[in-house]
T-cell receptor, first 114, second 116 residues
Framework: KAGVTQTPRYLIKTRGQQVTLSCSPI?????VSWYQQTPGQGLQFLFE???????NKGNFPGRFSGRQFSNSRSEMNVSTLELGDSALYLC?????????????FGPGTRLTVT | AQSVAQPEDQVNVAEGNPLTVKCTYS??????LFWYVQYPNRGLQFLLK??????LVKGSYGFEAEFNKSQTSFHLKKPSALVSDSALYFC??????????????FGTGTKLQVIP
């Protein structure tokens, strides 16, 4: 069974631009979560989607948004990029949104904002 | 609100020695607890989880973790460390009593360095 895939793997953008990241979950998984990972802040929860609906949201500004499609694939969008948005963005999928299901992570998208 | 603490940024251990990576948590009720490992330039991989039952949980690659409710801890252990265990380890918690769709909270991570 194929794992979680994320595209693109690397991205360089300039301040003020916007970016869209894509995530394809493991087949059969209906829950997708997004995280921002930085050396100083660790792993920060962005949002979680299940059945095309956002079920949980972290403490990020409205510039960060996401969506989930009927095939469970998910995208996240960051508008008006800032230097501080440079990070590794991780997508994780699980069977369902409710615990106690573990999450399976993709390799991440490394975003660099210059 | 739920939280997780990993008090050590880095743990160094000699190859062949036992290792422990510490994790403490705070939730309103009985938690669901997870350990993940991240190798360089890769995403996180699930190691093990505690849901209920036996306090000693066994997981992948010879790792195990002990749930201690009175100390609100969930330390990761391995009897004999390998150089290949060197990686970043994350503890995570989910509170099943918080209602609705509960988010997962991760610790800040502990870098494990196994010295040959």
């Amino acid at each position: 069974k194929a794992g979680v895939t994320q595209t693109p793997r690397y991205l360089i953008k300039t301040r003020g631009q916007q970016v869209t990241l894509s995530c394809s979950p493991i087949s059969g998984h209906r829950s997708v979560s997004w995280y921002q990972q930085t050396p100083g802040q660790g792993l920060q929860f962005l949002f979680e989607y299940f059945s095309e609906t956002q079920r949980n949201k972290g403490n990020f500004p409205g510039r960060f948004s996401g969506r989930q499609f009927s095939n469970s694939r998910s995208e996240m969008n960051v508008s008006t990029l800032e230097l501080g948005d440079s990070a590794l963005y991780l997508c994780a999928s699980s069977l369902r949104a409710e615990s106690p299901y573990e999450q399976y992570f993709g390799p991440g998208t490394r975003l660099t904002v210059t | 609100a739920q939280s997780v603490a990993q008090p050590e940024d880095q743990v160094n251990v000699a190859e062949g020695n036992p290792l422990t990576v510490k994790c403490t948590y705070s939730v309103s009720g009985n938690p669901y607890l997870f350990w993940y490992v991240q190798y360089p330039n890769r995403g996180l991989q699930f190691l093990l989880k505690y849901i209920t039952g036996d306090n000693l949980v066994k997981g992948s690659y010879g790792f195990e973790a002990e749930f201690n409710k009175s100390q609100t801890s969930f330390h990761l252990k391995k009897p004999s460390a390998l150089v290949s265990d060197s990686a970043l380890y994350f503890c995570a918690v989910r509170d099943p009593n918080s209602g609705g769709y509960q988010k997962v909270t991760f610790g800040t991570g502990t870098k494990l360095q196994v010295i040959p």
